[in-house]
Nanobody, 118 residues
């Protein structure tokens, strides 16, 4: 099985920056991030393959950057120009199979809270 541990969440001011990280155990093809905004359905933020090919959801509005370091089995999400509507729980996801969105990844982390507020 795959286990995921997220970190880096917290409070950030509107317009600020935040960097989330996630480390996985096991062999992973796809890693990425989903988020749960209160009152809304869970949505994909971005994914990245083991070939380091990223895929961004249009909802990122070019403010999110995903990256991955293969040797450490770690994926990052850089949030720029944070908006209050970015507030929610961000989940690291992973799947050992060659899935593509909108396929849901098999493994999910516990989530890390991101709060954008002044």
């Amino acid at each position: 099985q795959v286990q995921l541990v997220e970190s880096g969440g917290g409070l950030v001011q509107p317009g600020g920056r935040l960097r989330l990280s996630c480390t996985a155990s096991g062999s992973i093809y796809l890693m990425g991030w989903y988020r749960q905004i209160p009152g809304k359905e869970r949505e994909r933020v971005a994914t990245i393959t083991s070939a380091l090919t990223p895929n961004y959801a249009p909802s990122t509005l070019d403010r999110f950057t995903i990256s991955r370091v293969l040797h450490s089995n770690t994926v990052y999400l850089q949030i720029e120009h944070a908006l209050e509507e970015d507030t929610g729980v961000y989940y690291c996801v992973a799947d050992p199979q060659r899935i593509t969105p909108p396929q849901m990844p098999q493994y999910w982390g516990q989530g890390t809270q991101v709060t954008v507020s002044s």
